[in-house]
C-alpha cells in the first residue's frame, strides 16, 4: 500500500491569515512555526480494482526534525514512522511530500509545479510532479483549508487512477513537548 505511506503527511498549519495576503511563503513559515503537530483523520482510498472504497481512521504525529507517526487505528492498526530528510525525497511516494511539514519550499519546488488558489475564506495548493520518473507514480497532490482550520482535506491522485483523500476531523492541541507514550512511538 505505497498510498498508506503518505496518507497523513500532508496537512497544513494555517492560522490568521487573510486570503489576500496569504502567498507560498507565508504558508511556508506558518509550517515551520511549530515543532510538534497532532491530529486525526478519516482517510477514504479508491481504487480501480476494488468495487467499494476502503476507509479507515487514526491518529498522526509530525515532530519537526525527527519526523511524522501514522496510526492508523481502524480498520485494522498500523504504525508508520516516516523520517523527514530531504536527501531522501525522491525515494519513495511518502517522502516526497515531507517539505509540508519541515518547511523546506524550496525542496519541494525543485520537483513539483505549485499552483495556489485563494478564497475569501479558505485557499487550496496543488502540487503536480515535474520529473518523468515521479510522474509514472503521482499525478498531484492537493490540500485545502480554510483559514480558521488548521486541517481540511487532501487529495492524492495516483497516475494508476487510484485517489486517496484524507479528511482531518479534529486537530488535537498541540503541546510542543511530546508526552511519554508519544516518545515511545519514535523508538524503534
Keep these: 500500500m505505497r498510498m498508506c505511506k503518505i496518507l497523513g503527511i500532508l496537512f497544513l498549519i494555517v492560522v490568521g491569515i487573510s486570503a489576500q495576503n496569504l502567498d507560498l511563503r507565508e504558508i511556508e513559515d506558518l509550517l515551520s512555526k511549530d515543532s510538534i503537530v497532532r491530529a486525526t483523520f478519516v482517510q477514504t482510498k479508491e481504487m480501480k480494482s476494488l468495487e467499494n472504497p476502503l476507509v479507515s481512521t487514526g491518529k498522526l504525529l509530525v515532530v519537526r526534525d525527527i519526523g511524522i ?3 492508523m487505528e481502524t480498520p485494522t492498526q498500523m504504525k508508520k514512522f516516516i523520517p523527514l530528510v530531504e536527501e531522501d525525497m525522491t525515494k519513495s511516494e511518502h517522502s516526497m511530500i515531507a517539505p509540508f511539514f519541515t518547511g523546506m519550499f524550496s525542496a519541494l519546488e525543485k520537483r513539483f509545479f505549485t499552483e495556489l488558489t485563494k478564497q475569501e475564506h479558505s485557499w487550496s495548493l496543488t502540487i503536480i510532479p515535474k520529473s518523468s520518473a515521479l510522474k509514472r507514480r503521482l499525478q498531484s497532490i492537493s490540500i485545502k483549508s480554510k ?35 508519544e516518545e515511545k512511538l519514535f523508538e524503534k
Excluded at 483559514?147 to 492541541?173: A, H, R, W
Design 147 to 181: 483559514y480558521d482550520n488548521k486541517f481540511q482535506e487532501v487529495i492524492i491522485l495516483s497516475s494508476d487512477g487510484n485517489s486517496l483523500t484524507i479528511l482531518f476531523t479534529s486537530e488535537i492541541p498541540t503541546a510542543q513537548i511530546l508526552t511519554k507514550d
Design 69 to 71: 507517526i501514522w496510526l
